[in-house]
């Protein structure tokens, strides 16, 4: 069956460092990619999608990679700051469904 | 434009009663799904409407159902409610529906957190 992998950990980065989350994926190959910030108590909040064949895309301080050999897609938060301490979720679509990955929780430090 | 709503935000239960929890999309959307939220499990596909059809269902038992109405809100019930029940649920709306070569980007609401007793 299809799985998403995010690090359950949580990650802790100091203010003003590139943070990277990861996404991994199995048995399937996606079309597109979605990240998605959660914060506590909110519904999470679309923040990029990456197509198949896209390599990088960018928004401000966010980019993300998506490796489709790999399996695997990147989210990088540069130049971090405390207020960008949430969980960030990776989501697919997979059989008409979007699915998601249980999210990586991520703490700036000031 | 208003986000997408969900009523109530909080509502606390005891085992074996049902519930119902709407949600009104944000306007033009005609796709809505639904999710639970659990610390272990994370977020898992309940279902999706669109044009008042269930297009996809997850693998949740029976007692979970839905349904969308003429003007693209939607309304969820869990019966029988069971411990494990206790959740956010989260409903996100779309322009899309699930399936079509398109990318289908979720707008969620805030959720309603089930706690059942």
């Known amino acids: 069956s299809q799985k998403i992998e995010q690090n359950s950990e949580a990650l802790n980065i100091q203010e003003g460092k590139t943070a990277t989350l990861t996404c991994n994926y199995t048995?399937?190959?996606?079309?597109?990619l979605q990240w998605y910030r959660q914060d506590p108590g909110r519904g999470p909040v679309f923040l990029l999608l990456?197509?198949?064949?896209?390599k990088e895309k960018r928004k401000e301080r966010l980019k993300v990679t998506f490796d489709t050999t790999l399996k695997q897609s990147l989210f990088h938060i540069t130049a971090s700051q405390p207020a960008d301490s949430a969980t960030y979720l990776c989501?697919?679509?997979?059989?008409?469904?979007?699915?998601f990955g249980k999210g990586t929780r991520l703490h700036i430090l000031p | 434009k208003a986000g997408v709503t969900q009523t109530p935000r909080y509502l606390i239960k005891t085992r074996g009663q049902q519930v119902t929890l709407s949600c009104s999309p944000i306007?033009?959307?005609?796709?809505v799904s639904w999710y639970q939220q659990t610390p272990g499990q994370g977020l898992q596909f309940l279902f999706e409407?669109?044009?008042?059809?269930?297009?996809n269902k997850g693998n949740f038992p029976g007692r979970f159902s839905g349904r969308q109405f003429s003007n693209s809100r939607s309304e969820m019930n869990v019966s029988t409610l069971e411990l494990g029940d206790s959740a956010l649920y989260l409903c996100?709306?779309?322009?899309?529906?699930?399936?079509?070569?398109?990318?289908?980007?979720?707008?969620f609401g805030a959720g309603s957190r089930l706690t059942v007793l």
């Open positions: 996100a709306s779309s322009t899309r529906q699930g399936a079509g070569g398109g990318a289908n980007v979720l707008t």
């Open positions: 048995n399937y190959s996606p079309a597109y």
């Open positions: 990456i197509r198949e064949n896209e």
């Open positions: 989501a697919l679509r997979r059989d008409d469904k979007i699915i």
């Open positions: 306007s033009g959307h005609r796709s």
């Open positions: 409407y669109f044009s008042e059809t269930q297009r």
